[in-house]
């Protein structure tokens, strides 16, 4: 048989129905201890936070996704990225994409640098940017496409050239792509970062995180490190996460069918100034995006005609968006990232990156377009009243 679609996997990867009742789905494996047949020698798993059956059939279910030898499951997507972060020691340094999420923008300056592990901040969808950042104690680049919240996208197989180069790895955090759009491992990646808490689970009622890779030395560090920091997830969460991942395929669709739709109409809006989407034949990179995506993903930013007021009056008139953080669940969401997500960012860098007091993210969910594009049309109209 040739190898199975995505569609396939996401339904039937890394579980077969348990052998004594035929559950076509996991246990949730709440035991926190594994008794032992002889001292030392445990069957599978001695201790849950250095393994439980729930947490692997989610593990080896997102390598699988992102075409990875291993995978591993964390308590949110900043525990991922902290404990991928500690396979870097004092006087190290990282590129990063300058247009990151808030919270790994703060992971980086707030955590990692008084550790003696700097971050510079450079706009990666040019790739002589990395070029120019690397230095002789670089030891990893960081990248986020489409990034959060401008939706600037970044060439992973470029990137990773000249990364791999210099023996620098590469980490592309694919939340907002997810891997039905995008899998940066095929495009050079060595490691995938997700915040599963968004379209992974996708319904908005788990807080979780991952890393991918094919690296074997690096996958042997990162089990080591997943156990001795032990920022792991609860069983039911695992469980909630792999059930969300079995309809990923489908809500993606929708996802994409109903932004691009979205996208097109605010495009034409009078109140609407700009509209950043990838899937947009007008945005900056959109001959990226149909080489490197499978459609132009479930996340609108958008820049209001008008001022601040305009932008508070028209998430305080939406009735479907709900004026919520967070993206990737079946129920559609608005936030104001200078306000909300990114607010951790000091007012320059939010300046330098287009984050302005107009800009408005909008989570595209699985409601019906037309919906949704009367929620926006009233918004829009009493945003103009101010
Ligand atoms: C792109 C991206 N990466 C990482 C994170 C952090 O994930 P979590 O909130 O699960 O810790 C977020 C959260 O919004 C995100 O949007």
Redesign the pocket.
């Known amino acids: 048989m040739t190898e199975a679609h995505f569609e396939t996997l996401a339904v039937h990867a890394a579980y077969e129905p348990d052998p004594i009742h035929g559950g076509v789905m996991p246990a949730i494996s709440l035991s926190t201890t594994f008794a032992q047949p002889e001292p030392g020698k445990p069957k599978t798993f001695d201790y849950s936070r250095s393994g439980n059956p729930t947490r692997a059939a989610l593990e080896a279910c997102l390598a699988s996704l992102e075409g990875g030898a291993r995978g591993f499951a964390f308590?949110?997507?900043?525990?991922?990225?902290t404990t991928l972060l500690h396979t870097l020691g004092p006087g190290d340094h990282v590129v990063s994409g300058d247009d990151?999420?808030?919270?790994?923008y703060r992971l980086f300056e707030r955590v990692m640098r008084p550790l003696g592990i700097r971050a510079s901040f450079v706009d990666l969808s040019d790739p002589s940017a990395l070029e120019a950042e690397l230095r002789p104690e670089t030891k990893l680049v960081w990248l986020?496409t489409p990034?959060?919240p401008m939706l600037k996208l970044a060439d992973i197989q470029a990137l990773s050239g000249i990364a791999r180069a210099r023996g620098i790895p590469l980490v592309v955090?694919n939340?907002?792509a997810s891997p039905v759009l995008q899998r940066p491992l095929e495009l050079g990646a060595n490691v995938v970062?997700?915040?599963?808490?968004?379209y992974l689970n996708g319904h908005s009622d788990v807080?979780?995180?991952a890393l991918i890779t094919s690296d074997v030395q690096l996958a042997e560090r990162l089990a080591f490190l997943q156990n001795a920091i032990g920022a792991v997830p609860s069983p039911l969460d695992c469980y909630l996460v792999l059930r969300g991942i079995r309809t990923l395929a489908v809500r993606l669709e929708r996802h994409v069918q109903s932004a691009g739709e979205l996208a097109r109409r605010l495009a034409r809006h009078p109140r609407v100034a700009r509209v950043h989407y990838p899937g947009l034949s007008q945005h900056p990179q959109h001959d990226l995006c149909l080489r490197q995506m499978r459609g132009g993903g479930g996340i609108i930013s958008l820049e209001l005609a008008g001022g601040l007021e305009h932008a508070r009056r028209f998430l305080q008139a939406l009735r479907l968006f709900a004026l919520a953080?967070?993206?990737g669940g079946v129920e559609s969401l608005a936030e104001h990232p200078a306000l909300m997500?990114h607010a951790s960012l000091p007012p320059e860098a939010r300046a330098k990156l287009g984050i302005g007091d107009t800009l408005v993210r909008l989570s595209v969910g699985l409601e019906h377009v037309d919906d949704l594009w009367q929620d926006l049309e009233q918004a829009l109209a009493q945003s103009e009243a101010v």
Do not use: I, P, R
């Not at 308590?75 to 990225?81: E, I, L, M």
């Not at 970062?193 to 968004?198: Q, V």
């Open positions: 308590a949110s997507g900043c525990a991922a990225a990151v999420y808030g919270g790994t986020e990034t959060n955090d939340t907002f970062l997700h915040s599963t808490t968004k807080v979780g995180g953080e967070s993206l997500t």
